[in-house]
């Protein structure tokens, strides 16, 4: 197993949803923020809170388990019935964003007595944004496989917790460049997971799942 500081158990169990995504959050909580973006064994947090929260909100309306990987691929598995699906993540952020270093900044600004710094939320802004980032996202991800195409899912990490701004189809047809290159195309968008592809479908949670509080980056 490559080196991590993740508990052993996420790669070597299969985890009903909500319990893996619980023990997710509670790691999380139990690091400080910098630490987990900038030193690389906290790198599986990642894939887990994503791997985690997807299913979870599927896990509301479809019978399935997951288990993280420690290869080189997938990065995680999904198991419904007798299937195993292997899972590719890709993350869609805001073009240069670098949150280990905001979080050094506002260690600075900290330590020097300052207060926090402010920043304007833009809605609109952030979804023409994000909309942007994950064409990119899959296209730099697709440029990895040949075959057999993995399962693909495309975490949407912007500040968004609200209803996505396109249809499922639309979604869909956002990615269709890319259709052959994967097995399923999923976006996490918040508290969505929706299917781009094939057969376009939206998984949505009708309550946070435990352990969730939203934060502006995870």
Not at 126 to 138: D, F, H, L, R, W
Request: proline share 11%; aromatic share 12%.
């Amino acid at each position: 197993m490559k080196e991590t500081a993740v508990p052993a158990e996420w790669f070597d169990r299969w985890w009903a949803p909500r319990d893996f995504f619980a023990a997710v959050r509670a790691l999380q909580d139990q690091l400080p923020a910098a630490e987990q973006l900038t030193r690389p064994e906290f790198r599986p947090l990642l894939e887990a809170y994503a791997a985690g929260l997807s299913t979870a909100i599927r896990a509301e309306t479809e019978h399935l388990t997951l288990r993280l990987q420690d290869d080189r691929f997938p990065d995680f598995d999904v198991r419904i019935g007798n299937t195993i699906l292997p899972f590719e993540l890709v993350e869609a952020g805001r073009p240069g964003h670098r949150r280990d270093e905001e979080y050094r900044e506002e260690a600075r600004r900290t330590a020097a007595g300052l207060p926090p710094r402010k920043e304007i939320f833009d809605p609109a802004g952030e979804e023409t944004q994000a909309i942007s980032a994950i064409k990119e996202a899959v296209a730099r991800k697709a440029a990895k496989f040949d075959t057999p195409p993995p399962h693909l899912l495309v975490y949407v990490n912007f500040w968004i917790f609200d209803t996505p701004p396109l249809s499922d189809r639309a979604f869909g047809e956002l990615v269709a460049p890319w259709y052959e290159r994967f097995a399923e195309i999923w976006l996490l968008w918040g508290l969505n997971a929706i299917r781009c592809w094939p057969d376009p479908r939206r998984f949505a949670a009708e309550a946070p799942p435990p352990g969730l509080r939203p934060s502006k980056d995870t």
